[in-house]
């Protein structure tokens, strides 16, 4: 059973670029949650995708945006990067139903100078 | 809307030796309780989960947690620590009805020295 993997791992930027992360969710799971994680801070939710629609969002600007494609692997765009953005981006995969756990991958490093 | 407060930014603790990691929530509904781990340079990894039932929930590696509806706590525990579990603890919660949608604490550094 393949895990969830993200890439790249790592990734610095300069303020105002805009940047794409990606996400390969685990088999058979339909559902993909994006986790933003600052330095000494818990993950925050960014969005979530249930079979290509997203379905739930946190408190983040629409700067942040998602797709998710039809094999269910998923890409998290981030437009006019500030500083402030820099953190680990979790992604977590699950199979959307009740008693389905997330099932994180490794996170993306992103650096914003 | 649901929170989660852990109590102890860091909790220094020798080998072998007993373990409780404090993790209150706050929330209007129902809800689910998880704890995940951390190591350096990782994603998270799912150690316990509470749906319902029974409020003792026994996870991997040997910790376990206890859900106390009344003092709106879920503890984790270990009775006897290693070195290999030294790393950062999140607890999470999230409402029982978005199950995927979790709230995390800022979490608890574990540091097992021998």
């Known amino acids: 059973e393949t895990g969830v993997t993200q890439s790249p791992t790592h990734l610095i930027k300069t303020r105002g670029q805009q940047v794409t992360l990606r996400c390969s969710s685990q088999s058979g799971h339909n559902t993909v949650s994006w986790y933003q994680q600052a330095l000494g801070q818990g993950p925050q939710f960014i969005f979530q995708?249930?079979?290509?629609?997203?379905?739930g969002r946190g408190n983040f600007p629409p700067r942040f945006s998602g797709l998710q494609f039809p094999n269910y692997s998923s890409e998290l765009n981030v437009n006019a990067l500030e500083l402030d953005d820099s953190a680990l981006y979790l992604c977590a995969s699950s199979r959307g139903t009740p008693n389905s756990p997330l099932h994180f991958g490794n996170g993306t490093r992103l650096t914003v100078t | 809307a649901q929170s989660v407060t852990q109590l102890d930014s860091q909790v220094p603790v020798f080998e072998e030796a007993p373990v409780e990691l404090r993790c209150n929530y706050s929330s209007s509904v129902s809800v689910y309780l998880f704890w995940y781990v951390q190591y350096p340079n990782q994603g998270l990894q799912l150690l316990l989960k509470y749906l319902s039932g029974s409020t003792l929930v026994k996870g991997i590696n040997g910790f376990e947690a206890e859900f106390n509806k009344s003092q709106t706590s879920f503890h984790l525990r270990k009775p006897s620590v290693h070195i290999s579990d030294t790393a950062e603890y999140f607890c999470a919660v999230c409402s029982d009805s978005g199950y995927s949608t979790l709230t995390f604490g800022k979490g608890t550094m574990l540091l097992v020295s021998p």
């Open positions: 995708y249930y079979r290509e629609e997203e379905n």
